[in-house]
């Protein structure tokens, strides 16, 4: 096999393996979020049943006016819900890489 050869085998197997990783390491964030979008609308939904479907947020912040920001992540996606007491009042900052 002629250098061109090598190269050209090198360069395809560099690229499969490149694709493999990009999807394993992105992989949990796309889960993660597949559960919030099965969930429908999120506003109005109490903090225990999001947690029962999606697991529990990596971060737990307090807002003014008593509210509450929880914040979950995985690699490639961040979701942000502000709570009013065990009520969610919405996203506040959702994100999935592509």
């Known amino acids: 096999m002629d250098s061109f050869g090598w190269y ?3 360069t395809v197997v560099v690229m499969i393996a490149g694709a493999i990783q990009l999807a394993m390491v992105t992989n949990p964030g796309k ?3 597949a559960k919030f979008v099965a969930l429908g609308t999120l506003a109005g939904r109490t903090k225990d ?6 697991g529990p947020p990596t971060s737990v912040s307090g807002l003014p006016d ?3 920001l929880l ?7 961040h979701m942000a819900l502000r709570f009013n007491g ?3 009042d919405g996203i506040t900052h959702e994100h999935l890489q592509a």
Do not use: P
């Open 8 to 10: 050209l085998g090198i």
């Open 66 to 68: 008593g509210k509450t």
């Open 49 to 54: 049943e999001i947690i029962a479907e999606v």
């Open 71 to 77: 914040q979950w992540q995985a690699t490639g996606c």
């Open 31 to 33: 889960k993660l979020h």
């Open 86 to 88: 065990d009520i969610c």
